[in-house]
């Protein structure tokens, strides 16, 4: 079945630094890939997704490139603040289903 | 616009014991999900209706967990009896119809003693 693998966490950052988190799939088909954040006390929201191989999706200064080649969705940005500090899931959707098939999530703490 | 709203936000049972969650999903829309957080995992699907049919409830233990969404608006997912390793956080999402982007509420955090 259709499965995610993230970058084992947690990751600690100092603020300003570059941030990658790695995320890989396995699908049938062409999924859709999503990034979801959970803020501490919050809820799933939604922070970005790309629906087709090379889109490039974008949202609060993070980006994700759709890699078909490598399966990959890595999640980056350039200058991390302390209000990045959160947990973050990658997420597929396929195969003509709308469920999310999640990532096991990577916490991000991001040191002043 | 309001989102997806949950009740209780907190519950604690003994095992055996029953519990019913709550969601009224984001107004329009036509699908939605309840999902099982175990703490250190990601999300899991449970159940998945469009309107108030069952579209996918295959990782749904119906020996113990059931779930309806009357009249195709809210929904209540009920444990009865409850295991210790039901402890999780459970979320309800919404979406459009056909759409991808789902919408989730803030979960109820169940903890089984």
């Known amino acids: 079945g259709d499965s995610v693998t993230q970058m084992e966490g947690p990751v600690t950052l100092s603020e300003e630094a570059f941030l990658t988190i790695n995320c890989t799939y396995t699908a049938t088909g062409y999924p859709s890939l999503f990034w979801y954040v959970q803020y501490p006390g919050e809820g799933l929201q939604l922070l970005l997704k790309?629906?087709?191989?090379?889109d490039k999706g974008s949202n609060k200064g993070f980006e994700a490139t759709y890699r078909k080649e490598t399966t990959s969705f890595h999640l980056e940005k350039g200058s991390v603040q302390v209000s990045d500090s959160a947990v973050y899931f990658c997420a597929l959707t396929g195969g003509g289903a709308q469920k999310l098939v999640f990532g096991q999530g990577t916490r991000l703490t991001i040191n002043p | 616009e309001a989102g997806v709203a949950q009740s209780p936000r907190y519950k604690i049972i003994e095992k055996r014991q029953s519990v019913a969650f709550w969601c009224n999903p984001i107004?329009?829309?036509?699908?939605l999900y309840w999902y099982q957080q175990i703490l250190g995992q990601g999300p899991k699907l449970l159940i998945q209706?469009?309107?108030?049919?069952?579209?996918?409830d295959s990782q749904l233990p119906k020996d113990r967990f059931s779930a309806e969404r009357l009249k195709g608006v809210d929904s209540t997912l009920k444990i009865q009896p409850a295991k210790l390793e039901d402890s999780a956080v459970y979320l309800c999402a919404s979406s459009f119809l056909g759409y991808n982007e789902q919408f989730f509420g803030p979960g109820t955090r169940l903890t089984v003693l």
């Open positions: 209706f469009q309107n108030n049919g069952v579209v996918d």
């Open positions: 107004s329009g829309h036509a699908t």
């Open positions: 790309a629906t087709k191989a090379d």
